[in-house]
């Protein structure tokens, strides 16, 4: 094989991995994103839930004011 086809091997192998790299950069972005709105959502269920069970969401009966 002469160093010429071996270098532009090696070049196509290279821009192959340039090309995966990027991607997986922008896929671990993308994923940090779902995973920020994941915790948010199951923060707002928590605050949601504790306001559903909270003491002064009811009346003296137990039953859930409807103010």
Known sequence: MSSRRA???LFEHAQT???HFVYARR???RLTEVLEIIQDVM???EL???E??????????GDRRTD
């Open 7 to 9: 270098l532009s091997i």
């Open 17 to 19: 991995a340039r090309d």
């Open 27 to 29: 896929s671990r972005e």
């Open 43 to 45: 923060q707002l269920e």
């Open 48 to 50: 949601h839930k504790n």
């Open 52 to 61: 559903l069970h909270s003491p002064s969401n009811k009346d003296s009966t």
